[in-house]
């Protein structure tokens, strides 16, 4: 009698376990990880997305694709707002913010950095080369050169020229693109399903000497939580502080939205913070960790690029919410 019992009791949980099982594979099945997967802001995240899509499909890790895909942006003069060739800020100079972040939560980030024209190595070095998180203005130069990294002109005669005609009147307005391209912040998710992010700016044209904006600013500019997903920012930075945009999106997505619904949500909360009125552009693209992606923005004309193995690199256009 008794050994029957147990008979019972030991079917009835190896029947369960056989529901769970099935039920965990169902599960698992719809949500496969689209992998490998890199999503970047604006136009000239296409041509970012296209360095590291080929090092995601060799392989590499999705550190290594976010840091030399944004590189490519950052080098390139034509490409007025990230790296060499930024505009200056009010006082003609050159000032950069960057920051990378990994599944594991590493991160490392440089603030008001001048003379380097790759900011986001330098941000991966804070990260793997000292116990910090940030380093910033000469420190952060300091460190660079240390690293063996090279001192150069960050200031093009171009960008010259476009301060030194700003000057003639200097009103004092920071320009932030609604429909051309800003910072450039890159998602990616690798072979091993591990998703980094990297996020890098010469920050708003023609600032205060000295001001930084989200970008290097962890939760606020850029987050990744390997166990969720990851967030990057564009726009207006003061406004991605104010709401630890990044972190907010991601955490979003733990609570149940998608990355659509999350990003979608942060504007929203923006647009509510400012009145509804005179808002700022605010702009996000967001991945969970099984390549669900969305874009958002307050504005229209943000684009972002995003390459998979079903979507050849794409620019598409983001969800805005207003019109004026
Ligand atoms: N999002 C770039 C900046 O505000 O500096």
């Given amino acids: 009698m008794e050994q029957s019992r147990k008979e019972f009791f030991k079917k009835s949980v190896l029947g369960l376990g056989v529901i ?6 169902a599960a698992k099945g719809s949500q496969q990880i689209q992998k490998p997967l890199v999503i970047s802001t ?67 980030s440089v603030a008001f950095l001048q003379h380097i024209e790759n ?30 990294f090279e001192k150069i002109n960050l200031l093009t005669e171009k960008s010259k020229k476009d301060w030194e005609k700003w000057l003639e009147k200097s009103k004092y307005e920071p320009v932030i693109n609604i429909e051309n391209h800003d910072t450039i912040g890159m998602l990616a998710i690798d072979n091993d399903g591990r998703i980094s992010g990297s996020c890098t700016t010469s920050g708003a044209s023609y600032k205060m000497h000295g001001r930084v904006g989200d970008s290097p600013i962890i939760g606020a500019g850029l987050f ?49 913070k400012n009145g509804g009125k005179d ?32 979507i050849e690199n794409t620019i598409k256009k983001a969800k805005f919410k207003l019109t004026s």
């Fill in 20 to 25: 769970t099982a099935a039920c965990e594979s």
């Fill in 42 to 108: 604006w136009d000239h995240g296409k041509l970012a997305n296209e360095v590291s899509w080929k090092m995601l499909k060799e392989g590499k890790s999705s550190l290594d694709a976010v840091e030399a895909g944004v590189m490519i942006v950052e080098s390139d003069p034509e490409a007025r707002t990230v790296g060499l060739g930024g505009y200056p800020d009010r006082d003609g100079f050159v000032t950069l913010d960057a920051s990378i972040m990994d599944h594991d939560s590493r991160c490392g």
């Fill in 119 to 148: 900011p986001i190595a330098v941000a991966r070095k804070v990260m793997e080369e000292t116990p910090h998180v940030m380093l910033v203005g000469e420190g952060a130069l300091q460190f660079a050169l240390e690293q063996g």
């Fill in 224 to 272: 990744i939580d390997g166990e969720i997903g990851g967030a990057v920012a564009t726009g207006l930075g003061e406004e991605m502080i104010r709401t630890a945009s990044a972190a907010m999106i991601v955490e979003q997505m733990r609570h149940g939205a998608d990355p659509q619904e999350a990003c979608d949500e942060i504007v929203d909360r923006i647009i509510r």
């Fill in 279 to 310: 808002v700022p552009q605010a702009a996000f693209i967001a991945v969970d960790k099984y390549g669900n992606y969305g874009g958002g923005s307050v504005h229209k004309g943000f684009t972002y690029a995003i390459c998979t193995n079903e």
